[in-house]
């Protein structure tokens, strides 16, 4: 079990330091044989250099969002949504030297559909972008939270079927969709998405 060491810095917020490994599980993304990490407040360098070297089957990639000015899951800002595509959010885009692996591979990065409401539900303090946090149930089929509606709209027009999930009440509770996930026996090997680096 790794130490979180933190430091109250004078602008009032957490920033992780470099001197012990950290990373938060919601700052990855597993795409068969490659792991995107995200660079942030809850993920160190030190933290991705400790998941290269314990998961040498995997090849791991870390990526930031700048115009982020919190940092931290990256959930809210990339999410992949079949083969081939991924959601970005806009305010959070990808960099462009980030974006080659993907593009290298026939991967398209769109942006995500606005969210539906202009404020959290009471007592959450997640992002507004929690509206694209999905819950993808197989290639075709999506569970989108009931109330967002545009969200539900974009993945509709690019061929998905959508199922509602009236889930906001959650919110408060810690997370969405993206929290709604249970342990399953995977069969088979690695699969190579990204066999272009």
């Not at 959450?124 to 545009?150: A, H, R």
């Not at 509709?156 to 810690?174: Q, S, T």
């Amino acid at each position: 079990m790794f130490k979180k060491r933190l430091e109250w810095t004078e602008k009032k917020y957490f920033v992780t330091t470099e001197e012990e490994p950290l990373f938060d599980a919601a700052d990855v993304l597993r795409f068969g044989k490659d792991l995107i990490v995200q660079h942030g407040f809850t993920t160190n360098l030190k933290g991705i250099d400790w998941l290269k070297r314990h998961y040498k089957d995997h090849r791991v990639h870390a990526v930031n969002f700048p115009g982020d000015p919190y940092p931290i899951h990256i959930d809210a800002t990339f999410t992949p949504i079949k083969e081939g595509l991924i959601i970005n959010n806009p305010q959070r885009k990808l960099p462009k030297e980030q974006r080659k692996l993907f593009e290298a591979n026939g991967w398209e990065i769109i942006d995500s559909a606005q969210p539906a409401h202009n404020k959290p539900p009471p007592l959450c303090y997640s992002s507004v972008w929690l509206s694209m946090n999905v819950l993808v149930l197989d290639p075709k089929t999506v569970c989108v939270e009931k109330s967002e509606v545009y969200q539900a709209e974009q993945l509709d027009k690019i061929g998905m079927e959508v199922v509602p999930v009236d889930l906001r009440d959650a919110y408060a509770f810690g997370g969405g969709l993206h929290c709604c996930t249970a342990d399953v026996y995977r069969e088979g090997s690695l699969k190579d998405y990204f066999p272009k680096q």
